[in-house]
Structure formats: C-alpha cells, structure tokens
C-alpha cells in the first residue's frame, strides 16, 4: 500500500461549473481515485472552491451582494453539483476558511524568510473611470511575443508564456473596453529565477508524463521571470508582514493563494480525522510521506500553476532553490509526481461560453440524464489528449448503442434468464466447464491487470475501451451459447453453467467499471444478490469552521468500504430478482431539443 495524493483543480465560485469544466477536472480525478482506493492504496482526495481574486468583487459589485455572499452561494451550487456526479472528495472544502488563510501566510512566510519573495515596484493597471485596480487577466491586448489578439495581461493563451499587463500591444479593460492606465504600486515578486535550476532538474525526473505536459512545462523555464504574487484588492488573504496586513488595498494574488489550497484542505481534513498530523503521510519530504505520490488534475490553461509556480512555491518554502534557506514548520514538502492536464472539451462545434448561451451547466444535465451517462461520454470520449467536441448526437449514441445496448443489456438478459429458470445465481455443472467458458473467464480476468494499469497511467480512454472490450466478450458468449435454447431437463445443467459463467464475468466487468460508473455500478452488485456497499459515494455535511469563522457545507465520505480490485467468485444459490434496467435508453428527440436550447 502507499499513500496517494489526488489534488484536484479548485473550481472558481464565480458560477455554477459547465460540463467541460468537469471533464478537465472532475472524473478524470475521481475515476483515478476510486481504482487507487479499490487496488489498496490510501487515498487522498481534495480540493474546494476557488474564492478570492477581483474576478469575484467584480461580479459582486454587479450582483449587489458582498463577496462572501457570492462566494457562499457558489459554493454551494458547486458541493451539490459535484455530489451529484459522485465524485469521491475526502474533503472538499473552500478558501474562505480560517485555516486556509494560515496555512497561505505560512508559505508567505517562509518563501519571504528564505528570500524567495521580494518586494518591487512595479507598473499596475487602474481603470480610468473608477480608480479601481484591473487584475492582469482583466486585461486583453496582442501578444508581444506570438502576436495572439486576445491574449490575458497575465498569460497567452495561444504560446503559454507569462505575461505583463504593460506589455500588451494595445491593452484593453475586458470589463469596460476601456484603455487602463499605468501606475507605480509596491508589490511581492515571487523569484521564479532563483528556483529555475531546482524546477528543472525536478522537471528532468518526471517520467511518463503526458508529452504536451512535459514539453510545455520544460519550454516555461526557458524564460523564467520574477512573477507579481500580490495584487491591489480588497478581497483575498491579507499579506502576512509587518506593515502589510492591516492595509485593506492589499492582498495575497488568488492564484499564489489557491494552489496552496491542496495543502491547506489536507489540513483541514487531517484535522477533521481526530489527528491534526495525519496529512504529513501524504506531503512530508523527510518523515512518512516520504514515498507518497501526488497526482494533479487540471485542464490545460492551468498547467503552468501546477507544474512552475506551485513546485516553485513549494521548493522555496523547503528552502531547496539557489538562495536555500530552511523549511518552515511544515517542514520539507513533497512535490507532484505527475501533472495530468486534460485538453478542452467544446460543445457542438464551439467554445463553451456561459456569456453566449454556449454552455450546459452540471446541474442542468443531470436534471436531465444520469450521472454515469455523462461520466461514460467523458471517459470514453473526452478530452483526454485532445481537445474533444462534444454533441448531443454522439452523447445519444453513446449512452443508447454502448451503455443501453451494450453493457446494460448484457446485464438485464443474463440476470433475467437466471432469475426466471432458477431464482437465484445458478451452480455449475458437476461435469465442468468448456473450453469456451474458460476462455471467457480468463478474459475478464486478465481485464483487472489491463484495465489497472491503463487508469494508474491515466490512460482512460483505453483503460474504459479495455472493460467494454470484456462485456464485447460476453454478449458474443451469451449469443454463442444460446441458454435460451437448454430448454429441458437433459439441457438445464448445461443451461445454468451457462448463465454462471455470464453472471460471474457481469461481476467482474462491474468491478471493472465501477470508478467509471460508480451509481449503476452499485445497481449491478445488487441485481446479482450482492449486499452492503459497493461503491462508496460522496455526503455533503454541514461544519463549522475549525478556527471560528462562518459554517459551511463540504463534501466527504467513508471510502473504507467498497469493492476491491480483483474477482470475486459469485455465490452458486444467491437469490435473484427480476432486474430493472439499469441506464435509460433516450430518445432520438432529445438532440433537436437540445440544440433547440442551446440556439435560444
């Protein structure tokens, strides 16, 4: 067993999440965790809601409610949202918390100790007509380097190089059109060249790492420069020095703030467990966590956060880059061992844009459809490596020509002729099985090790194309076999040896699925008579913050339970019942109205 760390993109509470936001983040996450946790690891999931930043204050001012309020609001739409999906959080929390904001002024602290961060005075842009501080990604212009026209004033989008505002060939204020204005304001600098040398040569170990991933992250650290971790702000984590932290037109930059997150929801939840240093098992360099490993989720626009400035913060705080330094209080922190960054999922041909109604929002689906519908669409068909479209065609014919036809009627026709001819999961014949059978068996059996090894390399594509492969298998199987036709006595031996073999491969292409397709998966463990948990889901609960602040809702759950990865031999004499169907066959109607509401 080891301890696995899966550190989960924080989700902005600006608005309810789309579904290509969770096709980045979200079940590619929850699909890794759940086989860790089934093959025997210790698992740790986290993440939260993302909510400081002038993002925020923007869209409060506009909605007239504070930022808190905003944030509260969106945080809650989000727990429901993600809950619903199923995805396995040990804790999901927020930013906005007490042990948050301490856990952020500790990595200030020691990086500004240890002389990673510095104070300068820089040029910031103000809008014109309000007075007001224009964040860098509030700022569009050209691209001084590659020429893209609508390049952020903290990062291009199109090269992937950082950014300045000031840079900008013709910048302009995204929230007015305005053209800012430049002035001098005294902000902290992370030294992001002082920490090139240990970033590359943390970068030169990483092995199997998705080739863009890699590529891009190395080609960053060809021009390293020192980056503006402060911001003029009302709304985010006070900076935590003399003379600084009582200043209410300073703040801590949202991005510096909410990659520190994953650290600071691993103390939460430790403290949440009745033992306040657990989490060192999965992020102390020199003590347990030594061999942990640590898996980051994310769609592709934030690769640079994850694989340069959050290693960067982390190796500054532990005192490891050109001016070294001691760790802080937490001590030596472990860096990720892999990056893995999904690409952009479109809809219909399009960008997703809530703005230009190009969007469908998670709860609007699953209002809809199932959850483990749309997890298939994105396992087997999502932007894994590739940026992916998605319709509501290819949606349809998914869920009806491979969950309906395939794997569900698999399931529904197998356990149907059993609970019809015997009543329960039938024996096999004393006289053995044949050849056929045991080649059957052995398929599914050799799926655990295929399938396996394709999630723990993030490979899901294959991985899920690889357990649809074995339920391929066994409807050719049943179709070969014919038990229909064992219609007398002489036969039912035959017949029930049959359909055993059917329901023990249906067993174990669940267990197969089952971090794929977690609710039907518990619906297939108990159409074959099985009882207790089989794949853990998530509970929203309501807290109190640990350090006095206000309440709020997370999600957790008790992931001890649950299948393991491997066969289990079925029980011969195990009731059943008539099945229900397990996914819902959809109607060709539905992509006319669809598209209907997306056109208006």
């Given at each position: 067993m080891s301890h696995v760390l899966a550190a989960v993109a924080w989700p902005y509470a600006n608005g309810p999440r789309h579904?290509?936001?969770?096709?980045?983040?979200?079940?590619?996450?929850?699909?890794?965790?759940?086989?860790?946790?089934?093959?025997?690891?210790?698992?740790?999931?986290?993440?939260?809601?993302?909510?400081?930043?002038?993002?925020?204050?923007?869209?409060?001012?506009?909605?007239?409610?504070?930022?808190?309020?905003?944030?509260?609001?969106?945080?809650?739409?989000?727990?429901?949202?993600?809950?619903?999906?199923?995805?396995?959080?040990?804790?999901?929390?927020?930013t906005t918390t007490r042990n948050h904001y301490a856990v952020v002024q500790e990595l200030f602290e020691g990086m500004y100790r240890n002389g990673y961060i510095v104070p300068k005075t820089t040029m910031g842009a103000i809008s014109p007509s309000t007075g007001r501080t224009l964040p860098d990604r509030y700022i569009e212009g050209t691209c001084p380097i590659c020429g893209y026209d609508s390049a952020r004033g903290d990062q291009c989008d199109n090269c992937g190089n950082q950014l300045d505002p000031i840079d900008?060939?013709?910048?302009?204020?995204?929230?007015?059109?305005e053209t800012p204005k430049f002035v001098e304001t005294e902000h902290f600098f992370l030294d992001l060249p002082a920490l090139a040398d240990v970033l590359r040569q943390w970068l030169d170990t990483r092995?199997?790492?998705?080739?863009?991933?890699?590529?891009?992250?190395?080609n960053l650290l060809d021009d390293l420069q020192?980056?503006?971790?402060?911001?003029?702000?009302?709304?985010?984590?006070?900076?935590?020095?003399?003379?600084?932290?009582?200043?209410?037109?300073?703040?801590?930059?949202?991005?510096?703030?909410?990659?520190?997150g994953y650290l600071s929801a691993s103390i939460e939840w430790a403290r949440r467990s009745g033992d306040p240093e657990a989490w060192r098992r999965w992020w102390s360099t020199d003590g347990e966590g030594k061999?942990?490993?640590?898996?980051?989720?994310?769609?592709?626009?934030?690769?640079?956060?994850?694989?340069?400035?959050?290693?960067?913060?982390?190796?500054?705080?532990?005192?490891?880059?050109?001016?070294?330094?001691?760790?802080?209080?937490l001590g030596r922190l472990n860096l990720p061992t892999e990056v893995v960054s999904s690409e952009y999922l479109t809809m219909e041909g399009r960008k997703f844009s809530s703005s230009r109604k190009v969007v469908i929002y998670v709860r609007d689906f699953l209002e809809r459809y199932d959850a483990d519908a749309l997890r298939y669409f994105i396992a087997a068909a999502g932007p894994e490596s590739n940026d992916t479209d998605f319709t509501w065609a290819e949606f349809l014919r998914r869920n009806n020509d491979e969950l309906v036809a395939g794997w569900g009627n698999l399931v529904n026709r197998s356990i149907s002729m059993a609970a019809k001819n015997f009543g329960a999961i039938p024996p096999v014949?004393?006289?053995?099985?044949?050849?056929?059978?045991?080649?059957?068996?052995?398929?599914?059996?050799?799926?655990?090790?295929?399938?396996?090894?394709?999630?723990?390399?993030?490979?899901?594509?294959?991985?899920?194309?690889?357990?649809m492969k074995v339920v391929a298998e066994a409807n050719k199987y049943l179709s070969e076999q014919a038990p229909w036709k064992l219609k007398g006595e002489a036969d039912k031996p035959?017949?029930?040896?049959?359909?055993?073999?059917?329901?023990?491969?249906?067993?174990?292409?669940?267990?197969?699925?089952?971090?794929?397709?977690?609710?039907?998966?518990?619906?297939?463990?108990?159409?074959?008579g099985g009882t207790g948990v089989h794949a853990p889901m998530p509970v929203i609960e309501q807290v109190d913050d640990l350090d006095g602040g206000p309440a709020y809702p997370v999600l957790t759950g008790d992931y001890t339970v649950g299948a393991r990865w491997e066969s289990v031999p079925l029980e011969a004499g195990r009731p059943l019942a008539a099945p229900k169907p397990v996914f819902r066959k959809l109607d060709p109607s539905i992509v006319d109205e669809e598209l209907a509401r997306l056109a208006g």
């Open positions: 579904i290509g936001h969770v096709s980045g983040f979200g079940v590619p996450s929850d699909v890794f965790a759940r086989y860790m946790r089934m093959a025997g690891h210790d698992v740790l999931m986290v993440s939260g809601t993302d909510e400081h930043g002038t993002p925020i204050q923007v869209q409060a001012d506009a909605d007239g409610v504070t930022p808190r309020e905003l944030a509260d609001r969106y945080n809650r739409v989000i727990v429901e949202d993600l809950h619903g999906l199923g995805l396995s959080y040990d804790l999901f929390t927020r900008l060939i013709d910048p302009k204020s995204r929230i007015n059109g092995e199997g790492w998705r080739p863009n991933v890699l590529r891009f992250s190395r020192p980056r503006a971790i402060t911001r003029d702000l009302e709304w985010g984590v006070p900076i935590p020095l003399d003379g600084w932290r009582d200043r209410p037109d300073k703040r801590i930059y949202v991005w510096f703030d909410a990659v520190i061999d942990a490993r640590a898996y980051y989720f994310m769609g592709k626009d934030n690769i640079v956060f994850h694989s340069v400035i959050w290693p960067a913060l982390l190796s500054g705080y532990s005192g490891e880059g050109s001016r070294d330094g001691e760790p802080g209080e014949d004393p006289a053995g099985l044949t050849e056929a059978d045991e080649a059957l068996l052995a398929v599914a059996r050799a799926g655990f090790a295929t399938v396996g090894d394709l999630i723990g390399r993030h490979r899901q594509k294959q991985a899920i194309g690889e357990a035959r017949m029930g040896t049959v359909l055993h073999v059917a329901l023990q491969v249906i067993s174990d292409a669940n267990t197969l699925l089952t971090p794929f397709l977690p609710h039907s998966a518990q619906q297939v463990h108990e159409l074959l």
